[in-house]
């Protein structure tokens, strides 16, 4: 595709239940990060991926969050048990090269998920 | 203290003024992003720069290394510059974590 997509666009989910957030890269992008936006806030890291691998995954606030991207393509972002503060716009950016300042970073859409 | 600062947090122009903001960043920062976030979420990537100076039409770009210090200028803005301005550092130890500022939200009255 032309950009980057990212689906569902909204999700609601109940306290507890288990949300599953896909993003669709720029074909041949090689870094794929995810962000996690609290209203009124800037982004924050999550997680990074080289191609399949998952190079840094500081950022994800417990163990209830698990990204994956099995073939270096599409990536899934997984949150388990879902809680009211995991309530926040979730973006994927991707960008050509090895490391965000040697390329432009493009960015999806997000995932607004609201937890109730 | 957050690594990458921005101000204004808010700007209110009329249309055709020059717009000037700025950002600050800490030690370990090795280059910058600015980014543009309209309503409803979607970023876009306008500059990344290491050194020097970028422009992109009506948008101009600088960095300043010595004083760890960032300007995004946009000459004769229009209502549709309206938006939210990210700056995000990239950290220079990690090479992928990039650490955003809160951002400045950006209105151009016509």
């Known amino acids: 595709g032309a950009g980057v997509s990212q689906s569902p666009r909204y999700k609601v989910a109940k306290r507890g239940q288990d949300v599953a957030l896909r993003c669709d890269p720029i074909?041949?992008?090689?870094?794929l990060f995810w962000y996690q936006q609290a209203l009124g806030q800037g982004p924050e890291f999550l997680t990074y991926?080289?191609?399949?691998?998952?190079?840094?995954k500081s950022g994800l606030p417990s163990d209830r969050f698990f990204a994956e991207r099995p073939e270096g393509s599409v990536s899934t972002l997984k949150i388990q048990r879902t809680q009211q503060e995991d309530s926040a716009v979730y973006l994927c950016?991707?960008?050509?090269?090895?490391?965000?300042?040697?390329?432009?970073?493009?960015f999806g859409n997000g995932t607004r998920l609201t937890v109730t | 203290k957050n690594e990458v600062e921005q101000s204004p947090q808010n700007l209110t122009a009329q249309e055709g003024e020059f717009i000037t903001i700025n950002c600050s960043y800490s030690?370990?920062?090795?280059?910058l992003h600015w980014l543009q976030q309209h309503p409803g979420g979607g970023i876009v990537s306008l500059f990344m720069?290491?050194?020097g100076k970028k422009k992109h039409g009506r948008l101009i770009a600088t960095i300043n290394i010595q004083e760890k210090h960032s300007s995004l200028h946009i000459t004769a803005s229009h209502p549709r510059d309206s938006a939210v301005y990210i700056c995000?550092?990239?950290?220079?130890?990690?090479?992928?974590?990039?650490?955003f500022g809160e951002g400045t939200q950006l209105t151009v009255n016509p």
């Open positions: 030690v370990g920062i090795s280059a």
């Open positions: 950016a991707s960008s050509l090269a090895y490391a965000p300042r040697r390329s432009p970073l493009h």
């Open positions: 991926f080289q191609n399949e691998a998952q190079l840094d």
């Open positions: 995000a550092g990239v950290q220079e130890t990690s090479g992928s974590r990039l650490t």
């Open positions: 720069l290491s050194s």
């Open positions: 074909s041949g992008h090689v870094s």
